[in-house]
């Protein structure tokens, strides 16, 4: 009953695809849609494409092995959506339509500084390239997980199931087949969280399960304790708040406002979306919380990952099981082909048009998008085959590369009109660097996670060097 659930979930996924395919004739349709998105549909695209499969797995998993921990990244991340819908959201909208329609992030870098020299648009595709390729691997990991956990299959196996349908209807229907299942994925995944969260909410004794899960171990309801009860210090605490620096700079949730009908509907849009944020990131804390109470064998490690699947089909029949865990396939679908959407972008529009064929035909950027889309899967999942891999260290890593190099070069070029090319340049590359680096050096300083010295140090880069250039 639970293969059937997902199947029938699978099947309507491919059917939006084929009815997108029809009506994808060029590479702007392809990774933008032709910017025809309503207020509703842009909203929960772009939170279904924001919360992958971390959302269902990663999230209560830190819940559960580190409690409040969990919390802390929560507050992070529904400040950082918030302050990207109101400012970053719409001015994005109106300016790269200003700026001679542009469909991508080094597209419209390199219309809004006039760089002649394809370098800006050449430096942003590439890192678009390398932190997707780890960003889309996370969503593979996730599935194979899934599909292990509930088929008994080898860990390659069941990745490989997993992420065809994914490839599947991204390569056929593009931007609008992705858009469109991210309203049925986004509808899925609020009402699995709501009602997994709920139900384990129950069986934990309701408003005594916070006092029982204390009973239990009082260092995971303590705010200045992390996994195993060691002290968070301010180290710990400034990572978790820092998610939320990254949203300004992720490519895949920027698309999205690119592609919305008018500027003017994105106020009805960021309501939307943060409702449905906030809601189904206190329910996915819920579960893990919740599941230290409710499962009878305890989660260690990368297992810890598995507390939503292991609820949802103990607790629930077989088919509403089906339909929870169809959610799971849900978040790492919406966010995995919306990635693999911007990396074939980057490289047909900005790689391929922009320094190989810039006489490429309508015809030939579209297939050249979708071939782009099978090569940049195929890295990915090869990036996934430890079995080992945790999501949510593989998302950490991704939404850090793009939250440095880009949020604040987004934020600035959008607010400072005396921000030049070279400062462009310099952030970007300071950002995506310091973040490859960081982790890599020793010291307790070192700890702190890498977006937050990264943006900061971007920041500082684009103010000096564009200083200085116009001097």
């Known amino acids: 009953m639970i293969a059937l659930s997902l199947a029938v979930y699978m099947a309507i996924c491919l059917a939006l695809g084929f009815l997108a395919w029809r009506r994808t004739q060029t590479l702007g349709d392809f990774i933008l849609g ?6 509703f549909v842009t909203a929960l695209s772009a939170q279904a494409s924001d919360m992958s499969g971390w959302l269902l797995m990663g999230l209560p998993g830190l819940a559960y092995l580190a409690g409040f921990d969990a919390v802390w990244l929560v507050l992070g991340l529904i400040a950082g959506t918030w302050l990207n819908w109101r400012f970053v959201a719409a001015r994005l909208r109106t300016r790269t339509e200003e ?43 996730a599935a194979g997980k899934l599909f292990q956990s509930l088929f008994d299959l080898p860990y390659v196996a069941a990745m490989f199931c997993g992420s065809i349908v994914l ?41 005594d399960a916070f006092a029982a ?13 992390g996994d195993g009860g ?13 998610w939320g620096l990254g949203y300004a700079g992720q490519p895949h949730i920027l698309a999205r406002f690119m592609a919305i009908r008018h500027a003017g509907e994105m106020a009805t849009a960021r309501r939307v979306a943060m409702v449905w944020v906030v809601t189904v990131l206190v329910a996915a804390v819920l579960v893990g919380f919740t599941g230290v109470l409710v499962l009878d064998a305890p989660l260690a490690g990368a297992d810890s990952e598995r507390v939503f699947i292991r609820m949802a089909t103990q607790l629930f029949h ?6 929870c865990l169809a959610a799971i396939l849900a978040a790492v679908m919406s966010t995995a082909a919306a990635q693999l959407l911007v990396s074939s972008a980057a490289f047909a529009q900005d790689l391929y048009r922009g320094l190989l064929r810039p006489a490429a035909g309508r015809a030939e950027l579209l297939w050249v998008g979708r071939a782009a889309v099978l090569g940049i899967a195929v890295i990915a999942f090869l990036l996934g085959l430890d079995p080992d891999s945790r999501v949510l260290a593989l998302v950490s890593w991704a939404w850090a590369g793009f939250g440095a190099a880009f949020g604040p070069a987004i934020i600035l070029s959008l607010y400072w009109p005396a921000m030049t090319r070279g400062g462009a340049i310099a952030g970007i590359v300071t950002g995506g660097l310091t973040v490859i680096v960081w982790p890599r050096l020793d010291g307790a300083i070192f700890e702190l996670y890498e977006l937050v010295p990264g943006f900061a140090l971007s920041w500082l880069a684009i103010w000096a060097v564009s200083r200085w250039s116009r001097r």
């Open 167 to 207: 490839l599947a209807y991204t390569f056929f229907g593009g931007f609008l087949a992705v858009s469109w299942s991210d309203v049925l994925q986004g509808s899925l995944m609020f009402f699995a969280l709501v009602l997994v969260a709920a139900l384990g909410l129950h069986l934990a004794g309701g408003s």
């Open 34 to 39: 032709g910017r025809r998105l309503g207020s």
């Open 99 to 141: 700026l001679g329609d542009a469909l991508t992030l080094p597209d419209y870098f390199e219309r809004r500084f006039d760089d002649r020299t394809r370098l800006l648009r050449t430096i942003a595709a590439l890192f678009i390239l390398v932190f997707f390729a780890f960003y889309t691997s996370s969503g593979f990991v």
């Open 230 to 242: 060691a002290p968070l210090g301010w180290i710990g605490i400034t990572s978790l708040l820092g």
């Open 318 to 323: 077989p088919i509403v099981a089906g339909i």
């Open 213 to 225: 899960l204390a009973a239990r171990d009082p260092a995971l309801l303590d705010p200045l304790a």
